[in-house]
């Protein structure tokens, strides 16, 4: 039975989706205007393991991670290039879907762009007109009346009295209340622009992603994800404008992953403290990464240094080491193994418990690697299904063990061994350990067993 922590309600619910065997999810995607960082990558991740989970247990999941594709920071960054904001858009697009294949993220059942869906929102902005949730300023911009929604803050736990204005909400004279957030921005020189019923403009912020959910998912779904930084005002205001316009609930389940920190501050460009996905890539594989980034609760934060990256590099060698050298088997049915780490996953998705488990079966293989091969490969595999609902231990593993970001000489390290293992059958000790202890220098360990010598990397 799956029990989600739901922001919302702030307790944790028996998972139950509004159709039966189906689940609509909407995760709030990226700004498109650079390249993709470390903070983003921590919140997709997580909900990449939520999607795979709920298609583990056989649901048919209908996944929406939208685009934002016009905003203030695209049209600034394609001035300053002299540019069009579609070639910015276009070329981060595509930037942010490469790192995050390379991080094995699932591709979404849909990717939205907003500006696709100028004329749906328009439409979602007359039918707040019409009802009298929405007004039209002086200077021709269309604004949400954030008094006329009674329930306004009970997604963030605040009374709307002692709300602040989001960072993202411009504060203005021509607003009734300064919490009241813009629909529709009348253009500006220079800036893109659509048609509309109050004039050429573009949408706002918040209404983009109510559209898009909306139109992709229907007027209610279970999921909506995202950060926690979005709770308020993004979420807070996606809820508002919805319920106004369909007056039903609009989400089921509210999930919000935790903060990203660097060595414990956290992560902000303003301070500098921030990792480029491509960037960490260079330095580290990228099983790596995505291990990293979905080792802690999803609600938790979660620590970024390299020393913590060089620590789970050496973590996920270890599960690669019990799967070295297996042969092939069929997965346990229902095994023990199994049970535990679905226990830890229907519990709001808890993988640092799943991956205590996941060591626990990679150190039973060890364990019975030399009683039965048949007994530590049904082991392996069950080792490898489970990683994969995790979106791990999917490479051969001699392929993992023997992967570095030095530059190495493979050719030559098979010379080494091959020198090492003549000198050993000369029973020349000194020169098989002097071989042996400059492999080692090189940070490389070899490892004898009844069908030869490997190596793999010392940080590993």
């Known amino acids: ?17 509004r159709e039966a065997g189906k689940v609509k999810l909407y995760v709030c995607g990226p700004t498109v205007y650079d390249f993709c960082h470390i903070g983003n990558a921590r919140s997709f991740a997580a909900f990449d393991v939520v999607v795979r989970y709920l298609r583990f247990l056989g649901l048919d999941v209908t996944y929406v991670r939208n685009i934002t594709d016009i905003d203030d920071k695209i049209i600034r960054r394609a001035n300053e290039n002299k540019e069009s904001f579609q070639a910015v858009v276009d070329r981060f697009t595509q930037a942010m879907q490469d790192d995050l294949a390379d991080l094995n993220l699932l591709k979404p059942t849909y990717e939205p762009r907003a500006t696709e869906f100028v004329p749906h929102i328009i439409q979602f902005i007359e039918k707040l007109l019409a ?24 997604l963030s736990h605040r009374n709307i009295d002692e709300l602040e204005s989001g960072a993202r909400v411009d504060i203005s004279d021509l607003k009734r209340d300064p919490l009241d957030f813009v629909l529709w921005k009348m253009a ?120 913590i990256l060089q620590q789970t590099h050496h973590a996920l060698g270890r599960l690669y080491t019990a799967l070295r050298e297996l042969p092939s088997a069929n997965p346990l049915v229902n095994s023990e193994w199994e049970q535990k780490f679905m226990a830890a996953m229907n519990d709001d998705f808890n993988t640092p418990i799943a991956f205590s488990v996941l060591f626990e079966l990679a150190h039973e293989i060890q364990r019975v690697r030399h009683q039965s091969s048949q007994a530590a490969a049904e082991l392996g595999a069950t080792l490898k ?39 050993r059958q000369m029973k020349n000790w000194a020169e098989a350990d002097r071989i042996r202890d400059e492999l080692l220098a090189m940070s490389i360990v070899l490892e004898d067993s009844s069908e030869g010598t490997t190596w793999k990397f010392l940080s590993t």
């Not at 220079?190 to 949408?203: F, L, Q, V």
């Not at 990683?387 to 970001?405: A, C, D, K, M, R």
Request: hydrophobic residues 35%; negative net charge; proline residues 5%.
């Open 385 to 423: 299904k489970l990683g994969n609902i995790l979106g791990i231990l999917q490479t051969e593993p001699t392929v993992f063990l023997q992967t570095s970001t030095e530059t190495v000489d493979v050719g030559n390290i098979e010379a080494c061994i091959l020198a090492r293992n003549n000198a």
């Open 188 to 307: 500006k020189p220079n800036e893109p622009k659509w048609p509309s019923p109050w004039g050429e403009g573009r949408p706002g912020w918040h209404i983009e992603c109510s559209t898009m959910s909306v139109e992709l998912l229907g007027a209610q779904f279970d999921i909506h994800g995202g950060g926690r930084d979005l709770i308020f005002p993004h979420h807070e205001n996606e809820i508002a404008q919805s319920e106004s316009v369909t007056n039903q609930p609009f989400v089921t389940t509210w999930m919000h992953a935790g903060y990203l920190q660097i060595d414990k501050e956290k992560m902000s460009k303003s301070l500098g403290n921030f990792f480029l996905i491509r960037e960490l890539l260079k330095a580290f594989p990228a099983e790596v990464l995505r291990y990293f980034l979905i080792s802690s609760h999803y609600r938790s934060s979660l620590n970024f240094s390299e020393v």
């Open 1 to 17: 039975m799956l029990k989600i922590y739901n922001s919302l309600t702030q307790t944790k619910e028996v998972f139950s989706p």
């Open 131 to 154: 009802k009298n949730a929405a007004y039209i300023a002086a200077n021709g911009d269309v604004y949400y009346d954030v008094r006329q929604c009674q329930h306004y803050g009970h």
